[in-house]
């Protein structure tokens, strides 16, 4: 029987350099633990029924968050002792601190930092789907995809933004407290540009409500595309993170 299987996805052409530096970063990893590696193009969405993909289909972040739940279900099936899926903008910079959890599965940690309204800082601490991990025999995979799919059909109109992803993962989590991977953290726009300049309030905060130090972090390609982060600036994160392979290919 295999024993543990790393899943990533994104349409080719990649739209920002970095992102192929977050890849390789994963790779890298898998090739550190001798986790087998796979990574899957638009056939990511095989699996997703077709009125929901149909339904999402000008909302392609809606129909990942559910179709990475079945490619999981998929790998699990297929004999696979742990399977863990990361998103592309993922970016393991500690490959040695970032160890699988023993519990059956785990999701990752958000500590996000923006200004309100009011120009003050706020800090929203939930949790995010950009690394999940199952082990064979959890409890949670299956329910999580059933549920994911019964909301998406129930919904009327538009999709909401992070739907099945994180809000619903949240909502879980403050209900059940899910298993969290402390050090798979993900980066604000705003705590992005203090760990450039070293320091911060935004960064101050994120290290105050971060349970544990962070080795790896989802870099949110969402911040470059709304221009709340230069890809330059992206790519000066990365070097400036530490353990950070300097392949510029996945």
Partial sequence: ????????????PLPYPWIARCLASVSDWCALNQYEYRFLGDELFDGVPGRLLEKTQDQA??????????????????????????DADFLIFDPVAFVLPESPYAVGREVWVQQDKNDKLKVYKKVHNALLMFRRGNSFLDFYADTAQRLLARNQGRVPPQFIGPKLLTAIHNVVVLPVLETAGMLSPLVIKDML?????????FVAYSPQPIAAANLCISSCRNNAVSNREMEQLIDALPGVSVSQSA
């Fill in 61 to 86: 972040v809606i129909a990942s968050d559910l179709a990475r739940l079945l490619v999981l279900q998929g790998a699990l099936n297929e004999g696979y002792q742990a399977v863990i899926w990361l």
């Fill in 197 to 205: 300049r070293g320091e911060g309030p935004a960064m101050d905060l």
């Fill in 1 to 12: 029987m295999r024993d543990t299987l790393v899943i990533q996805s994104h349409r080719s």
